[in-house]
């Protein structure tokens, strides 16, 4: 009698509980990296700024590693690598974190965490039975839950040290790891795991691909202000740096609560993925303007909530335009693609914000910001029309 084996199939609450865990973790090391080189390590903010873009290089270097690891190697050993590197980086990071050694780790850990992000993005592809739009718009939706527990504890955490922050870190990524470990490793995914690239697949990526990438990359190059300059700018209209970090509860709460209506209305939204995407860029566009112009708290919670609508409308989205043009057997490394456009904005965005600050004032920096965002749009719209994308309209 013959027996036939079938794997379990890849499920979507695997990903989902790896993707809270991970954000958790990372959530507790990257909203410190200014404070500590400039407060405890006594650095200047200068060398912070550095480090913060070599950390976000090294994580476009492991977005596109990731990438091509997880389509030409395996799925599950490319992740699995990743969050081993990460959680070494953090172990380490316990017992040594003087300088020079808290900079070159928390680089490594930029690979690491650069790797992760692209398979979690893959494998969101190669959920069975569920459409990729759908796991994105979930996938958001807790990474933000992630980032909120994460940066809700971390204060109450470094009060015990600096070690318990790198600690708590190795426990999450130890606890990503074992989930890999036990509901990854061995399912049956989407699609083969051994897929090869052929000759015809590796040709030029297309051209509305390479508008989109554009795109990510200049909405994230503005919106790093907010986590770079947004906040001295508060302080300068006579605001506190605790107000400042409220704003950032009221990201956290806009995603919450819009999320799992993009997530009910997937059905729609993925039959109109180019509207969707615009009405986004027109938000991310539109609260640079408010931001330039305002003075009081009310006003700043409002840019926050036209660019918190514009991110939760636009990002998710993008991963799901990507994916309908990627070839079959090269999805993780598209994915790769786009989550390096994001590290480079994130890169070069904070030392965009302070050289225009320095020559000329915020106001101008936020014009700018609206203009980039209003022709990249303009430039994507007008992509999509002349190459009669017929995937969806």
Known sequence: MLVHSQRTPFRMQSLLLGSLITNIGSSFIWPLTTVYIHDYLHKPLTTAG?????????????????????DRWRPVATLASGITISLTCCFTLIFAHG????????????????MINTAINGFATQVPGKNASLVFNYLYFTSALGVVFGTLFVGIVLKLGIGRIFTVASIMYGLFLLTVLIFYRGRQFARSSS???????????????????LTVFTIWLFYEQWDSNVSTYMIAKGLSFQTYSTVWTVNAGVIIVVQPFLTRLD????????????LGLLFLATSFPVLARAGRYPEFVAAMILISLGEVLTLPAVSTYVNR??????????????????????????LLGALLIEWTSYQLLFDVAFVALFLVTGGFMLTNKLTHDAVEN
């Open 50 to 70: 550095i480090v913060i873009f070599l950390n976000c290089f090294c994580s476009l270097i492991g977005n596109i590693v990731g990438g091509r690891l997880f």
């Open 99 to 114: 300088w020079p050694v808290y900079a070159v780790l928390l680089m490594l850990n930029g690979l690491g965490s650069g």
């Open 195 to 213: 897929n090869h690239v052929t000759a015809h697949e590796r040709g030029h990526m297309s051209v509305p691909i390479v508008v989109v990438l």
């Open 267 to 278: 059905g729609f939204l993925s039959r109109h993925l180019h509207g969707r995407l615009y």
């Open 325 to 350: 043009r990627a070839p079959v057997a090269q999805g993780g490394s598209y994915q790769g693609f786009v989550q390096a456009a994001g590290s480079a904005g994130r890169a070069f965005g904070p």
